[in-house]
């Protein structure tokens, strides 16, 4: 199910993964890496994905196999309106840890650094190719 869901691309799909939600597990787990759809639908950034998840069941504090949580996904992939919406869910846990012992928090952090230091990088790089 898992592999079918992450191939819906347009909102005309929405009512197909509604369907195929009603009579599967929301929360199975994908053989690699123990993802759930609700943290694939984070990855891709579908909030439309995630919302149809949600209403659906889907259980947000579930951990992969590196123990993060689709909270932690949406903080690492910068998803701004996804990790609001994962945080509205009631007994969405932000204080979580994964296997390496970074929250949702530290994840976000780091991922704007890294973001942060690209634009750094690409800045000086274009700046170098100037004519002084």
Avoid: W, Y
Avoid at 27 to 36: P, R
Avoid at 95 to 121: K, P, V, W
């Amino acid at each position: 199910m898992l592999t079918a869901l992450a191939a819906f691309n347009s909102d005309s799909d929405l009512q197909t993964v509604l369907q195929l939600l009603s009579t599967g597990d929301v929360n199975a787990k994908a053989s690699q890496a123990g993802q759930t759809a609700l943290m694939l639908a984070v990855s891709h950034g579908r909030g439309d994905m995630v919302r149809a998840l949600l209403s659906c069941g889907a259980q947000v504090n579930l951990r992969d196999d590196d123990g993060s949580t689709a909270l932690m996904c949406a903080c690492e992939h910068g998803h701004v309106d996804i990790v609001r919406q994962l945080l509205s869910v009631p007994g969405c846990d932000a204080t979580l840890t994964d296997n390496d012992g970074s929250t949702a928090l530290s994840i976000a952090l780091e991922a704007i650094r890294m973001t942060l230091l690209c634009f750094c990088m690409r800045t000086l790089i274009l700046l170098s190719r100037l004519p002084l």
